[in-house]
């Protein structure tokens, strides 16, 4: 993807690391994307490989965007956390386990002698959403990312609120179920363990290895017909596909009465936390993104069920949208975090 730029036009780059692809971008000052092009992540062939591989992105972008190295700014890094913002260093044994307690930011600056920021990915997702997105326009913008996790980030007057010690609000493991399944935080019923992709996946599995039980045992009774539709639930029956999240929306779609479940359960939850956040933060806005809000009708009745009925939060004033900007918010968002250097 190319535009051309303005003449002596100053320009960032954003990037935007994730557990399976490294993604960069070149901005103008006005938000356009002048140039985009991404890379694997490969965390397995470490961190020195990949600091170099990210150089090299930076350049291509550069490059393809037909602009002047003296006219880069800064750069801004949007990065699946943990992250610290302050040092600079990635602190993510899960996605980017040989990368954990790596400074990312000081390599960069020295090679191309500009400023370097280093964010969670949910807070540049948020920043992007803010300034180019559906959160235009808001004071106070509340972004929720639910996809293979949940995260977020919250924007007051077009920064990003941070907590003691810069710290990144866990937006995803407010407890909002007691009766839910563990979370690896050490709590039970977080919204990231019950609506997630890969909880909802796991929530399909789980019911149908309840229900084959009781075809068992049914079976075992001489007894006949169970109602149930979509996949083969009957023992050693293989799935026609691996289980995932966009599977499960696929098979609520369809009529599948156990996936809508799954699926009803993950929007009351969801509902609940954006209940919650509303009453926290009354925000202006409530972004929800991330692949399993491509699915947001599925959702929205559930959470505007829910939030109309709030008596003390001023509701009729607090926007809730679907995310704008896609997979690019988080490097828009990083580009914008590296203007404000």
């Given at each position: 993807m190319k535009h051309?730029?303005?003449?002596?036009?100053?320009?960032v780059a954003g990037i935007d690391i994730g557990g399976t692809k490294i993604a960069a971008v070149a901005v103008s000052a006005a938000g356009r994307m002048l140039s985009r092009a991404a890379i694997p992540t490969e965390a397995e062939r470490g961190f020195e490989d990949g600091l170099q591989r990210i150089t090299a992105l930076v350049r291509r972008v550069l490059t393809e965007a037909q602009a002047d190295p003296d006219?880069?700014?800064?750069?801004?890094?949007?990065?699946?956390?943990?992250?610290?913002?302050?040092?600079?260093?990635?602190?993510?044994?899960?996605?980017?386990?040989?990368?954990?307690?790596?400074?990312?930011?000081?390599?960069?600056?020295?090679t191309f002698g500009v400023a370097v920021a280093l964010e969670n990915d949910a807070d540049?997702?948020?920043?992007?959403?803010?300034w180019l997105g559906a959160g235009q326009g808001g004071r106070i913008v509340v972004m929720v990312t639910v996809?293979?996790?949940?995260?977020?980030?919250?924007?007051?007057?077009?920064?990003?609120?941070?907590?003691?010690?810069?710290a990144h609000p866990e937006i995803g493991h407010l407890a909002l179920d007691p009766a839910g399944p563990p979370c690896y935080c050490g709590a039970r019923g977080?919204?990231?363990?019950?609506?997630?992709?890969p909880a909802m996946a796991e929530g399909m599995r789980a019911a149908r290895l309840e229900i084959t039980g009781r075809l068992e045992t049914t079976m075992?009774?001489?007894?006949?017909?169970?109602?149930?539709?979509?996949?083969?639930l009957g023992p050693g029956q293989p799935t026609s596909a691996p289980m995932t999240g966009e599977r499960?929306?696929?098979?609520?779609?369809?009529?599948?009465?156990?996936?809508?479940?799954?699926?009803?359960?993950?929007?009351?939850?969801?509902?609940?936390?954006?209940f919650s956040l509303i009453n926290l933060y009354v925000p202006d806005v409530v972004v929800l993104g991330g692949g399993v809000m491509e699915a947001y009708d599925l959702f929205e009745p559930a959470i505007r069920n829910l939030v109309e009925r709030d008596t003390m939060a001023p509701v009729n004033r607090i926007a809730i949208r679907k995310a704008a900007l896609g997979g690019d918010a988080g490097l828009l968002g990083?580009?914008?975090?590296a203007f404000d250097l």
């Open positions: 051309d730029p303005r003449p002596e036009e100053p320009i006219n880069l700014r800064a750069i801004g890094i949007g990065c699946a956390g943990p992250v610290d913002p302050v040092t600079g260093t990635i602190d993510n044994p899960y996605t980017l386990p040989t990368w954990d307690g790596v400074n990312i930011v000081d390599p960069l600056r020295a540049a997702a948020a920043m992007g959403e803010y996809g293979t996790g949940i995260g977020g980030g919250v924007i007051v007057d077009g920064h990003i609120y941070r907590g003691v010690d810069g977080c919204w990231e363990s019950i609506a997630s992709g075992m009774l001489g007894q006949v017909g169970t109602g149930l539709s979509g996949e083969d499960v929306v696929a098979l609520a779609r369809e009529g599948d009465p156990v996936a809508q479940s799954v699926v009803d359960r993950a929007a009351r939850v969801t509902a609940r936390g954006v990083a580009a914008r975090i």
